[in-house]
């Protein structure tokens, strides 16, 4: 009884904790184009040529007017999202929703910096992929071999948010509209029966898919005419090859240092635990474990080795450094994929560890030809890294009776007070900048303003061009003819003093 009463007040304490950071986090970069007469020219023009995303784009004009709103909103995603993860894997173990959470709080800066902390990215980047888990929860009976039991009355609903998760960004598009497909498919292959409210949700999708890439703006993208996005040119295999060891090997595992070291090991015990139990397993399947286990070691060794030593490179230069670490990542994927067929002996975990991990895959596949991409577009994978992470540990605590509910409530308590620290103190000098703007604005020819703190934190917190500087000035009504000289906190507070 205590325990449950510690649990419900730990996660209530998390709850808050997170809306007091949510509310901290200062409106960024295209925020200050959204919130302003930008954002509402875009919508009259029905975001004509600039891109399909209009579920992300009109919740975005909404966020970027109200810090309240918006705080609400990102609290709430972030708390549904780590209780579906919950649900899907087994409600009944309370140690997930603490695991997931320490994972979603480990991920990389940049990645934080482009989607948590940037409410533009957040409305694109994370609402997708919550709308897209809420279907999967909605469908988890099919992962446990039994028949979707979706009322008829979810048909409308089933429509609309087939639909509206279809308008945010376009790889999660594409996922959309495949995994709609695979559901339909494999209920079909199961009874020879489709329920109709996933045939209503995947007429969503496709309609949602039409709408999207019926936007001039693609059409752009594929005439190379676009100014900022582009299609790679040339062989797809070789400039697939290129773009993998150039920049998707790093985003999609190197970079996520705790979240690889977290799979890494859950793999290495299980693994470890299953030939200990199987001594008379096939040799060939045994051989494969080990050369698993050997990779997932060496593969852990090496990405804790540069980290501790800075990046330093060991290799003779960065294109073979590129390559062989591209190899290791994949690697280490082929060996988290090996472990899952060969070791798992519940076939309902399997079979969604597999699943988790085709996601991870047709997720990441339309990456591989579009340029730019950045940490933002890797979101919807680390989630699918966070659950697969969370199916290992809630494999491991089932077999063993580990529980280690106590420990990881406090490494989840230390890791949100850290952040409440980082985005307190950004709040604070945010705070004093819009004052110091308040007061001087109107007086002012030119205005000298602080830097925010932390700004790895944050996605161009600090306006370093004339394009942003001028949507600045709009955002906080500052006459368009005031120069703006922004500087370190410090100095700043000499200057002002003085």
Not at 14 to 42: C, E, M, N, Q
Not at 273 to 287: Q, R
Not at 485 to 491: A, N, R, S, T
Request: hydrophobic share 50%.
């Amino acid at each position: 009884m205590k325990n449950i009463k510690l649990d419900k007040i730990v996660k209530i304490i998390l709850f808050l904790l997170l809306a007091v950071i949510f509310y901290f986090v200062p409106y960024t970069h295209d925020d200050w184009a959204w919130g302003t007469s930008i954002g509402i020219k875009r919508l009259t023009d029905l975001f004509s040529n600039y891109n399909g995303r209009w579920a992300g784009n009109i919740l975005v004009i909404l966020l970027t007017r109200s810090r309240i709103l918006k705080t609400i909103v990102i609290t709430l995603t972030m708390a549904i999202m780590v209780e579906l993860i919950n649900r899907l894997i087994n409600r009944k173990n309370n140690q997930i929703i603490y695991i997931a959470s320490i994972l979603i709080l480990l991920m990389p800066y940049s990645i934080i910096a482009q989607t948590l902390a940037w409410t533009s990215g957040f409305t694109n980047y994370v609402i997708s992929i919550l709308l897209i888990l809420i279907f999967i929860y909605l469908n988890r009976d099919i992962f446990s071999g039994q028949k979707a039991n979706l009322s008829n009355w979810l048909i409308i609903p089933m429509l609309i948010l087939g639909f509206i998760a279809s308008l945010f960004i376009e790889n999660l598009t594409i996922y959309n509209l495949v995994l709609s497909i695979f559901i339909l498919t494999y209920e079909y292959c199961k009874s020879k029966k489709i329920n109709l409210s996933n045939l209503f949700y995947f007429i969503g999708s496709i309609s949602g898919t039409i709408l999207m890439f019926s936007n001039g703006a693609y059409h752009n993208v594929i005439n190379s005419t676009d100014g900022y996005r582009t299609i790679e040119q040339g062989n797809i295999i070789l400039r697939s090859i290129r773009t993998y060891f150039g920049i998707i090997y790093n985003y999609l595992l190197q970079n996520n240092l705790m979240l690889v070291i977290v799979i890494g090991v859950l793999a290495f015990i299980i693994i470890y635990k299953f030939l200990k139990k199987n001594i008379n397993i096939n040799k060939i399947k045994k051989s494969i474990l080990y050369i698993s286990q050997l990779i997932i070691l060496g593969y852990l060794s090496y990405i804790i080795f540069i980290y501790v030593c800075d990046n330093v490179n060991i290799f003779i230069n960065d294109r073979l450094k590129n390559y062989m670490e591209g190899i290791g990542a994949l690697l280490f994927g082929i060996s988290i994929t090996a472990t899952t067929v060969i070791t798992i002996n519940d076939k309902h975990k399997k079979f969604r560890m597999l699943f988790e991990i085709a996601s991870i895959i047709i997720i990441v596949a339309p990456l591989f030809i579009v340029t730019p991409i950045g940490p933002r577009c890797f979101f919807a994978n680390y989630i699918m890294f966070v659950i697969l992470a969370s199916e290992m540990f809630d494999y491991i605590t089932n077999d063993t009776k580990l529980n280690i509910k106590n420990y990881l409530m406090f490494i989840a308590i230390m890791l949100v007070l850290f952040y409440l620290i980082i985005f307190g103190y950004i709040f604070k000098i945010e705070t004093t900048r819009n004052e110091y703007i308040e007061e001087n604005k109107l007086n002012e020819k030119v205005l000298y303003l602080p830097n925010l703190p932390f700004a790895k934190y944050m996605q161009g917190a600090n306006p370093a061009n004339k394009t942003f500087q001028k949507r600045f000035k709009l955002f906080y009504n500052i006459e368009s003819d005031t120069k703006l000289v922004f500087m370190e906190y410090g100095e700043w507070k000499e200057n002002v003093n003085n």
